[in-house]
Antibody
């Protein structure tokens, strides 16, 4: 069974840092592109970042560029999101999602909640 | 940036009724559009990709249509488990995916 499990969320003060992890299983992780997508409480979905299967190509949404860093360790079947200089507006559930059928997000992990508050 | 607009914001229907959800793009996205279903407390699930193709395991009562700027998700006969929020998403101008604001289908 294909599974993605996020971890690392929690409460952090504005300006602080947090590192999210996404553990993949049930498929050949190194063959798939991956993304982070977030959802603020009661709001819609916002794409955050993309990484190619090898890690050589990376993209970010303008809202996180310069503050967040996506990475992966194919030997550990893991995806990461290093989040620095966190702001209140970064408060959200963060999902990792595999790229399927070249363009689409499938499946998604269950999400991890990041709360930025003093 | 391509903006997606979904209508209506809320659709109140009874089980067994037909649901028609709309997604409009601010410029053409060709057929690079998907639909996701999200239930409370759960992650989104891919329903439809490339505007009209059902994802693996998705029941035949779900169908998608459209191209260019206007798209429709149809649920032919609502089952109790279909009451959820539905999002459209485009990837025409990658890098950068955008989602619509969602349509909530609730029980009348």
């Amino acid at each position: 069974e294909v599974q993605l499990v996020e971890s690392g969320g929690g409460l952090v003060q504005p300006g602080g840092s947090l590192r999210l992890s996404c553990a993949a299983s049930g498929f050949t992780f190194s063959s798939y592109e991956m993304n982070w997508v977030r959802q603020a409480p009661g709001k819609g979905l916002e794409w955050v970042s993309y990484i190619s299967s090898s890690g050589s190509t990376i993209y970010y949404a303008d809202s996180v560029k310069g503050r967040f860093t996506i990475s992966r360790d194919n030997a550990k079947n893991s995806l990461y999101l290093q989040m620095n200089s966190l702001r209140a507006e970064d408060t959200a559930v963060y999902y990792c999602a595999r790229v399927q059928l070249l363009l689409w997000f499938d499946p998604w992990g269950q999400g991890t909640l990041v709360t930025v508050s003093s | 940036e391509i903006v997606l607009t979904q209508s209506p914001a809320t659709l109140s229907l009874s089980p067994g009724e037909r649901a028609t959800l709309s997604c409009r793009a601010s410029q053409s996205v060709s057929s690079y559009l998907a639909w996701y279903q999200q239930k409370p407390g759960q992650a989104p699930r891919l329903l439809i990709y490339d505007a009209s193709n059902r994802a693996t395991g998705i029941p035949a009562r779900f169908s998608g249509s459209g191209s260019g700027t206007d798209f429709t998700l149809t649920i032919s006969s609502l089952e109790p488990e279909d009451f959820a929020v539905y999002y459209c998403q485009q990837r025409s101008n990658w890098p950068g995916a955008t989602f619509g604001p969602g349509t909530k289908v609730d029980i009348k």
